[in-house]
């Protein structure tokens, strides 16, 4: 499942590969895409950079010229050495980038749009991401200011929906969502108003912590030699070396908390019906008639 971590690391990988090469091949097997290439081709341009912005990759060519992607639940990059086979099907096959050495290959991708600099500015979407949590720029001052920023606004939204909103705090997908949630002891159908400053900043700084370990480049997440990081180990929050016990709520539904003991939950959240796991014991209830001191004081 594409979250913000996972994206990092793919944008890691095709930085390392394709950025300051020329492009010697392109193909799409998306019509809005290839109109782009057609009137501006990507043979001869240059990839310039590749960075994540929240769960958003995007890379730059030269000549103003930006491709922008989203995984949602099912898209991925691949890397190859060119000529080499694909382990997924053309029929697949979204984006093909090829350089020199490498085929860069985005598959099931749902979204994937050209830009200029000045068509992302106006773009609904990603100039409107709150702070990335992966991002150097990241604090968790920053990241606690924009959580407040939303209770205040809306004092009746659910903390782990809240955690989702890619407006608030960009990167944090279902996983996180449950895993934070449970790290900081706040039960997620709390609202907003009754979650204390302290919570926020703990909640905040556990979600760095935890996607900060996994995209760790390490040596093991290393092919051939050459620096490239396709890094596809589980996503883990525990300390376990058993990969099953590798997160703490996280499809863990009817089983033992790794805390306390007691049965893991799971319910349906938010408009989207999105699973969130959570420990009752370890995450008590609360938000009838609660109000945590006002924010910010």
């Known amino acids: ?49 590749v960075e994540s912005r929240g769960k958003w990759c995007l890379i730059f060519f030269s000549g ?37 050495d490498w085929e860069a290959v985005a598959f099931n991708v749902p979204i994937a749009e050209f830009h200029t600099a000045r068509s992302l500015e106006r773009s609904s979407q990603v100039p409107k991401l709150g702070p990335d949590i992966l991002s150097d720029e990241f604090t968790v001052e920053g990241g606690v200011t924009c959580l407040a920023a939303y209770a205040r606004e809306n004092p009746e939204a659910e903390i782990a929906v809240v955690l989702l909103n890619q407006r608030v705090l960009a990167g944090l997908g279902n996983v996180y969502k449950s895993e934070v949630a449970f790290a900081a002891k706040v039960n997620p159908f709390r609202a907003m108003r009754t979650i204390t400053p302290r919570e926020m900043e703990r909640m905040v700084e556990v979600a760095h912590r935890y996607m900060k370990a996994n995209v760790v480049d390490g040596s093991s997440s290393v092919t ?24 703490w709520v996280y499809r863990q539904q009817g089983q033992e908390c790794r805390r306390c003991g007691a049965a893991v939950m799971m319910r349906k959240q938010g408009v989207q019906a999105r699973s969130t796991y959570w420990c009752p014991e370890c995450q008590p209830w609360l938000g009838m008639g609660e109000t945590a001191a006002p924010v910010g004081r």
């Open 1 to 49: 499942m594409p979250e913000g971590d996972t994206i990092y690391r793919a944008a890691r990988a095709l930085q390392k590969a394709l950025g300051g090469k020329e492009v010697t091949g392109f193909e799409t097997g998306l019509a809005k895409l290839a109109r782009v290439n057609d009137d501006a081709p990507l043979v001869g341009r240059v990839v310039e950079k």
């Open 64 to 100: 103003d010229l930006i491709l922008v992607t989203h995984m949602l639940m099912s898209g991925s990059w691949h890397l190859y050495r060119t000529g080499e086979r694909w382990r997924m099907g053309r029929s697949k096959m979204r984006v093909m980038i090829r350089t020199v």
């Open 224 to 247: 051939g030699g050459d620096g490239i990081v396709t890094y596809t180990g589980n996503r883990r929050t525990t300390c376990a070396m058993d990969q099953k016990e590798r997160l």
